[in-house]
């Protein structure tokens, strides 16, 4: 029998933090207030365990605070300074956590990841870091791993962007059934409107 869970909770060497539970993640992405709504509203529905990742002040924050299902993450974007443009990986970083100062989990804007900014983020008091996709049709078996002392690695494994570049009908029972550690990276915009192309 397979449960949501919070993936704050999760701690790589005890397996029953995280094996046979389902972890949904939402990346907010600057999207409209009503899409984000729908989503948060959708996930109330169904007392499904979620983790929203934060890159702006979004009205919704007071709600998805209130509910014990729910938990903030901050999703950073540092894909400015890959082209000469931002400040640095701090002040991106500064800026997310002044919208969700007591956030301990965090996924970047395109993954964007290394060792600078997984160092950042420990030392803004981030414990999980959601920044690596291994689709499961690689037939790589994800787990959380420790990385960097205090730095929990959550790597998920299915993500709605990714489902269009493949010509087929995901069965997600299935894949749930046949992989120990199901983490899912949703976009807000893609539940909204329901999209499978």
Known sequence: MYSFAHLINIVPEQPETWQKKIFLTFDNDWA??????????????????????????????????????????????????????????HADIDR?????????????HGNIQGG???QAFIKRGIRFESNESIPFQSGIKVRPYALNGPLIKLPYFWADEHEWLYDRNCDLGKIIIENDFCMFHFNPIHVFFNFRE
Not at 96 to 108: E, G, T, V, W, Y
Request: glycine share 4%; charged share 15%.
């Open 116 to 118: 600078d900014i997984s």
């Open 32 to 89: 409209h207030n009503h899409i984000i709504r729908d989503t948060v509203d959708l996930m109330e529905e169904f007392h499904a365990s979620a983790t929203f990742f934060v890159t702006d002040h979004i009205p919704q924050l007071e709600q998805i605070k209130a509910h014990s299902t729910f938990t903030l993450g901050i999703h950073p974007t540092f894909r400015p300074l890959l082209i000469g443009q931002g400040i640095s990986i």
């Open 96 to 108: 997310c956590m002044q919208i969700i100062p007591d956030a301990i989990s965090c996924r970047s």
